[in-house]
């Protein structure tokens, strides 16, 4: 699934967020971060079940994408069809790929 050793959840991601907010001087409290993370959460949902493209600028983009059913065979010899289906296709960007690939050797 990933390759990720670790990952940020949602209380941890509103309280650095309440942290950086609050040493830039920004008057809010967690609750209106969560707030906020919730309907960006609910409004990217809305925007892929539409099949719109949500672009994040620095991030990527989560792009919505179709197939038609497909044939397959397995190593053993037993085919089937995959059906027709949507999935959601994560596209990096140029900034956000250069900064994963920094001091990589």
Not at 22 to 33: M, S, W
């Amino acid at each position: 699934m990933s390759n990720a050793i670790e990952s940020v959840n949602q209380k941890e991601s509103i309280d650095a967020i309440y942290v950086s907010l609050k040493n830039d001087g920004h008057d809010v409290t967690k609750a209106d971060i969560d707030r906020v993370l919730d309907k960006s959460r609910d409004l990217a949902i809305n925007a892929l079940v539409r099949g719109l493209d949500i672009k994040v600028r620095g991030l990527g983009t989560l792009a919505v994408r179709t197939h038609e059913a497909r044939a397959y065979k397995l190593p053993n010899g037993k085919t089937g069809t995959a059906p027709a289906g949507v999935h959601v296709l994560f596209v990096e960007s140029d900034s956000l790929l250069e900064a994963m690939n920094t001091d990589v050797a």
